[in-house]
């Protein structure tokens, strides 16, 4: 069965730095693209990046340059680095895979950034 689990979030000031990571298990993880959404507060879903079988990676809503999304195929784990976070980051941060047709979300967490 497959389970997408996120960690890694929390209260960061203006400028900081904050890695997510999300662990899957289900024996998918090294065949499956995966994906980071966020959705701030009062508005809704938006996909932040995409990160390949193969490595390759895109961003979205022009946030390469200060987010970084990476992968552990050893570890079934996909991150998302965030640099310089401005409060409008403030969001909940999910993970998200497609395999066989079907659509798997972790549970989200919570990202706040205080200015």
């Known amino acids: 069965q497959v389970h997408l689990e996120e960690s890694g979030g929390g209260l960061v000031q203006a400028g900081g730095s904050l890695r997510l990571s999300c662990e899957v298990s289900g024996g998918i993880f090294s065949i499956s693209d995966m994906n980071w959404y966020r959705q701030p507060p009062g508005k809704g879903r938006e996909r932040v990046a995409v990160?390949?079988?193969?490595?390759?990676?895109y961003y979205y809503n022009f946030l390469e340059g200060r987010f970084t999304i990476s992968r552990d195929n050893a570890k079934n784990t996909v991150y998302l680095r965030m640099n310089n976070v401005q409060p409008e980051d403030t969001a909940v941060y999910y993970c998200h895979t497609v395999y066989g047709g079907q659509s798997y979300w972790g549970q989200g967490t919570q990202v706040t950034i205080s200015s």
């Open positions: 990160i390949s079988s193969d490595g390759t990676t």
